[in-house]
């Protein structure tokens, strides 16, 4: 809905291409994207767990997954096989401000001249509207610190591809349209009440009371009926890999 598309327009369309996505959780944006595209086209979907996937029962005969770690050793017979990898959502995953692991890995996965599709969001400023929304960010950076997160690889992540070895084809970041903030609100809040049961389940020494953090959380979700607005700001990289 952000972007206009779902696969990038500038990556060429061919019958017998292969696409892969890395973290692909429900693998949504994949049940998305293969009824645009010829039905010779393979898509693969890999996550480190199974829990999410679709039942195969449910599949189109072209849509598979599979589990792996995105940070480990690629198959081999993974290895050079996608025309396509596509990447969405690691800023909560990637710790420690290195992504260069999880970029390897999707090179691995790459043809030669092959595409690297990567939306991302940006949680180092966020955008808010509204005394709940900002009251509601040192609970949501106490969250991201007890997770060992350093976002700071994000508006790096161009330089970041180029120094494994890809060739930057388009990288942007943004803002939501008025009309999608709604949405996106609620989307960012839900992940964080996620986040929250994740970060006191582990009982981390650095986060507030948990009531605390919970009512701030609460309040703001109850505000976003009179406009408040708390969401991440997007990011897009299109990279190739060298012939």
């Not at 005969?61 to 770690?69: A, E, L, P």
């Not at 995105?70 to 025309?83: A, I, N, R």
């Not at 990447?87 to 992504?99: A, E, F, I, M, N």
């Not at 900002?134 to 970041?160: C, G, M, R």
Request: glycine share 6%; net charge negative.
């Amino acid at each position: 809905m952000h972007n206009g598309y779902v696969l990038h327009p500038a990556i060429p369309i061919h019958p017998d291409m292969k696409i892969a996505e890395i973290g692909t959780g429900t693998g949504i944006w994949l049940l998305e994207l293969a009824p645009q595209l010829p039905s010779s086209i393979l898509f693969d979907g890999f996550d480190i767990s199974d829990n999410l996937f679709p039942h195969h029962s449910l599949l189109p005969s072209n849509i598979r997954f599979g589990v792996m770690d995105s940070f480990g050793d690629v198959p081999e017979e993974l290895v050079g096989k996608y025309d396509v990898v596509h990447l969405r959502l690691w800023c909560c995953v990637v710790t420690g401000s290195d992504p260069s692991k999880l970029i390897q890995g999707a090179m691995r996965l790459l043809k030669p001249g092959g595409y690297l599709q990567w939306d991302e969001s940006d949680p180092r400023k966020p955008f808010d509207k509204g005394e709940h929304a900002e009251a509601f960010l040192p609970v949501a950076l106490s969250i991201y610190e007890s997770f060992n997160l350093d976002f700071s690889w994000i508006p790096e992540l161009d330089k970041n591809a180029e120094k494994e070895g890809l060739d930057v084809v388009e990288f942007k970041t943004g803002s939501f349209p008025t009309s999608m903030l709604p949405l996106v609100t609620k989307t960012h809040l839900s992940a964080h009440a996620e986040l929250i049961a994740s970060a006191y389940g582990a009982q981390s020494a650095s986060l507030p009371p948990r009531e605390e953090a919970e009512n701030c959380l609460y309040r703001l979700i109850d505000a976003t009926k009179t406009g408040a607005v708390y969401h991440w700001s997007p990011i897009m990289l299109l990279a190739q890999k060298p012939w």
